[in-house]
């Protein structure tokens, strides 16, 4: 694809729906990221214990969920130069769901991080997700079996840190927690 190639072009949402090459980006402030290969089995247990217990709790609710690969444009009413696919997402604003996935921010973001994605999950995601006003986004290491839990308050990200012996509380669907030890199981 012409965009790893060509590292000082900026890219907007227009070109990346022409990028028909079988391969996952992400395309944040016009900058192109090439996402993983296929994810490992312990990403996909995660990842499907934690779709399982939300999908549970969401059944006959409002909000909706959305798992991985699903176009999330943050800034689509601007640049429209920012399009994520988070492992999970939560959207209790259905305006903000298209055919094509969401637009704007969604009410809960969660990544599952891989040893080749956790640094951007962790930096440039975290302060994306936070200008962009996504209410609650944790990050889950299944490595470490730990969740940092972040809560938007007032432009600035609350963190709460969990492991594998917790339940976590997820903050933005009220009386929803998440026996955390049955999604690292081993």
């Keep these: 694809m012409e965009a790893q190639r060509d590292n000082d072009r900026l890219f907007t949402y227009a070109d990346y729906c022409t990028w028909d090459d079988d391969q996952r980006y992400e395309l944040i402030g016009g900058r ?3 996402m993983s290969p296929g994810p490992s089995s312990g990403h996909q ?3 499907l214990s934690l779709v399982r217990e939300l999908a549970v709790f969401l059944k006959g609710k ?3 969920m959305f798992f991985a690969p699903f176009d999330v444009r943050l800034n689509a009413d601007k ?3 920012t399009v994520v696919q988070p492992d ?4 209790c604003d259905h305006s903000k769901i298209v055919s094509s996935g969401c637009i704007g921010a969604p009410d809960l973001i969660i990544e599952i991080a891989s040893p080749s994605t956790a640094r951007r999950d962790k930096t440039l995601k975290f302060d ?3 200008k962009s006003g996504v209410r609650e986004y944790w990050i889950v290491d299944p490595e470490t079996k730990t969740v940092s839990v972040h809560l938007l308050r007032d432009g600035e990200y609350i ?3 969990y492991t ?3 339940t976590a509380p997820v903050h933005v669907l009220e009386g929803c927690s998440i026996d955390l030890s049955e999604i690292f199981e081993d």
């Design 62 to 64: 409002h909000c909706r």
């Design 128 to 130: 994306l997700y936070k």
């Design 79 to 81: 640049e429209d130069n």
């Design 164 to 166: 594998d012996a917790d």
């Design 88 to 91: 999970i997402v939560v959207i």
């Design 45 to 47: 247990g995660v990842g």
């Design 159 to 161: 963190i709460r840190a």
């Design 32 to 34: 192109v990221y090439a």
